[in-house]
């Protein structure tokens, strides 16, 4: 379960932040998790909820947001999502893929009080 390593870094980084401002509590922290990282959304809130507990952010919701694995065509350049990882065109058929989002794991805002 990679995703209590990816809720450790987030705990650290939340806890940076609060620090950083003076706060002393977190009470929400949004992430922005691609489809290509594999992170389950429940899994990561619960590991992020154990590591939480004890400190100013035990209680803060943890909002997690999919982005699509998106990808463009470098040949027609349609724009699509990818599903099922299959890095192929519909419009032409072709092989060459960019991505364009689905691999960002960001925390994205950490609201403190």
């Given at each position: 379960m990679?995703?209590m390593?990816?809720?450790?870094?987030?705990?650290?980084i939340?806890?940076d932040t609060?620090?950083?401002?003076g706060?002393?509590k977190?009470?929400?922290?949004?992430?922005?998790?691609g489809e290509?990282t594999?992170?389950?959304p429940?899994a990561?809130?619960f590991?992020?909820n154990?590591l939480?507990?004890?400190?100013?952010?035990?209680?803060?919701?943890?909002a997690?947001q999919v982005?699509?694995?998106?990808?463009?065509?470098?040949?027609?350049g349609?724009l699509?999502n990818?599903?099922k990882y299959?890095?192929i065109c519909e419009?032409c058929?072709?092989?060459?893929i960019d991505?364009?989002?689905?691999?960002?794991?960001?925390v994205?805002s950490?609201?403190?009080?």
């Open positions: 990679h995703e390593a990816i809720a450790q870094g987030i705990l650290e939340a806890l609060a620090a950083s401002h706060a002393g977190i009470t929400r922290v949004r992430v922005l998790a290509l594999g992170v389950v429940e990561l809130d590991g992020f154990a939480a507990a004890g400190t100013i952010a035990a209680g803060a919701c943890l997690v982005i699509p694995l998106m990808g463009r065509c470098r040949d027609c349609q699509d990818i599903s299959r890095f419009q058929g072709s092989s060459a991505i364009v989002s689905g691999r960002e794991l960001t994205e950490v609201e403190v009080e």
